[in-house]
């Protein structure tokens, strides 16, 4: 068990208690151990002993035990009563933004809604509204979560359905040799509706009973064919489909299963679509497909019908950025901030992966949350830093390796920096970033924005809109503007590869690179293994269109110093 499912456990506990008004004492020490174990990076929760437990900070005795025995059974006594003892509905309340335990007993103890459809008649009709310590503020808020949540449902992210489509592929691969992985999974699509896989076969008979074998799986007999498994994975909601086709036609019928219907629209040489050409001519290649529709060769993740012929007209695939185009890896976080893994650590993996730098990016003092540097940590850090480069320097190495000095700078609520000028300039680079006062309107925030593009030390705008994918919306801004503005002051943008934001949306790609604007796929890494996020990343920049040339940290180690040292003056 990780150390995060534990935290987790840990600090559902004390919502639940303090949902059944428990001691609030207890309701404490619950949180305080979540808190402290969120941060703790010296290894593995769950080999610690009873006695090691509990000479964390935070870990009382009782707690100890606790853990011990979430590690070995999952779960608690006491999380299964409360469990036991809580309606399945209220306990979806918890994902609502905007209440927490407390006003959810309100709503379940003093009004009887235990579910969110309860929830959202009681905020249409004003109820919610009139209790005492909600208000018509926090009734819209809640409207608007529940809304967001409805819009969600049956949705995943890129990467947990990219793992669903590869798990499943490997089970049909034991007994069909051609299994093919389509539709949004293969388009390298942010958020997943329905997970689509092809299986070349003559007897779909044979590939129906294979699928019901598969434990988890549950099949929808209404809405199966012979031909179509339809179902979903258990405990998943996300929908599955799978297809029997023929092996002769499965070029075909990936290409058709694969692309949108405005791609598939799009008007042939000869006056047809690109749909009606494929579905009466076989192709023993994709490629054949648009030669012979006198179309240049479109990568399926950009076969979108967003405007990828027009990028095509003066680009061409070979020029999409590619996980091996990447030179060094920047926005990443250390023990000195809220990261898992050591300085040296993160520098030595990174190495060991092949890169020629890495671009450390902790947390800046005002991100307490993160235990963000204070400026002796700032001055602390950048002396290893430099002993770390003098020794990659000396290491003999034939590839070069340095550490470059960053901070992820938080962009305050007036649009300045964390930090004096002073501790600013000691950096090679910036990251600015967004993370508190979430909640602006599309002016205030898209300020805020160009006030810190507009300051001279800000390298790289980090996480553009502040979202989490399927469970946080971002803040809205002028994507224009603010791209318009990093253009006039030089400053890269930033997709943040993380599987949960991937923002800057790829749909504005297109427009940063029209205005010259760099961009950086960065990790946002906490641990080493993070850095394997930027495979996401390099997905959806290719979705965008993104090529090498505009993308910064495709730059040689010569290439990133000079451009910093020219940014510097």
């Avoid at 335990?101 to 379940?108: D, E, Q, T």
Wanted: proline share 2%.
């Amino acid at each position: 068990m990780s150390n995060a499912e534990i935290v987790d456990i840990l600090e559902l506990t004390a919502k639940l208690l303090e949902l059944h008004g428990a001691d609030p004492f207890k309701v404490k020490s619950y949180g305080v151990a979540g808190f402290y174990l969120d941060k703790y990076k010296d290894g593995e929760i769950a080999a610690l002993t009873l006695e090691e437990l509990t000479k964390l900070q935070g870990i009382g005795k009782s707690t100890a035990a606790k853990i011990i025995e979430i590690v070995q059974r999952g779960t608690f006594k006491e999380l299964e009563e409360l469990l036991e003892n809580t309606p399945l509905g209220v306990l979806e309340m918890f994902s609502i933004k905007g209440i927490g335990a407390k006003k959810i007993a309100v709503l379940w103890r003093e009004l009887g809604i235990d579910n969110l459809h309860e929830l959202e008649l009681a905020c249409l009709s004003g109820k919610i509204a009139k209790v005492k310590g909600f208000g018509g503020s926090t009734e819209q808020k809640i409207l608007e979560s529940l809304a967001f949540l409805k819009d969600q449902a049956g949705k995943l992210r890129m990467d947990k359905a990219e793992s669903i489509a590869q798990y499943l592929s490997e089970e049909l691969k034991k007994s069909f040799d051609k299994v093919e992985i389509a539709g949004d999974v293969r388009r390298k699509a942010e958020i997943v509706e329905k997970i689509r896989l092809l299986v070349g076969t003559e007897s779909p008979m044979l590939l129906q009973q294979a699928l019901n074998a598969i434990e988890f799986l549950v099949q929808d007999e209404k809405i199966s064919s012979p031909f179509i498994w339809r179902g979903k994975m258990q405990d998943i909601a996300v929908e599955i489909e799978v297809l029997a086709v023929k092996p002769e036609n499965m070029v075909n019928e990936l290409f058709l299963e694969t692309a949108s219907a405005e791609h598939l629209n799009k008007v042939t040489v000869s006056g047809t679509s690109l749909w009606r050409q494929t579905k009466y001519e076989l192709f023993d290649s994709e490629e054949a497909i648009y030669e012979k529709a006198g179309l240049p060769f479109i990568v399926p993740e950009m076969r979108e019908g967003a405007d990828e012929f027009i990028w095509a007209e003066t680009h061409t695939s070979d020029q999409l950025i590619t996980w091996d185009d990447l030179n060094g890896i920047l926005h990443n976080h250390s023990t000195y901030s809220d990261g898992q893994h050591t300085l040296e650590q993160m520098a030595l993996f990174c190495q060991e992966l092949g890169f020629e730098y890495l671009g450390i990016a902790d947390h800046s003092q005002t991100a307490s949350y993160a235990s963000g540097l204070k400026p002796d940590d700032v001055f602390r850090q950048h002396e290893e830093i430099a002993k770390l480069n003098e020794r990659f320097a000396l290491s003999g190495s034939e590839k070069p390796f340095k550490i470059l000095r960053g901070i992820e700078s938080d962009i305050l609520g007036d649009g300045s920096l964390d930090y004096s000028d002073e501790i600013l300039s000691s950096f090679d680079y910036v990251v600015a970033s967004v993370h508190s006062n979430l909640t602006m309107t599309l002016e205030k925030a898209t300020s805020r924005l160009l006030k810190a593009i507009q300051n001279p030390y800000t390298t790289i705008l980090g996480h553009p809109t502040g979202r989490l994918l399927l469970s946080r919306e971002g803040y809205p801004i002028d994507h224009k503007v603010i791209i318009d503005a990093c253009a006039e002051h030089k400053v890269v943008i930033e997709i943040n590869a993380s599987p949960w934001r991937l923002d800057l949306d790829w749909r504005w790609i297109a427009y940063c690179m029209e205005k010259g604007v760099l961009l950086s796929i960065n990790p946002d890494a906490h641990k080493k293994e993070g850095y394997y996020d930027m495979h996401y990343g390099v997905a959806v920049a290719r979705k965008g269109g993104l090529t090498k040339e505009m993308t910064f940290n495709a730059f040689t180690l010569n290439e990133i110093e000079e451009y910093l040292k020219m940014r510097r003056g």
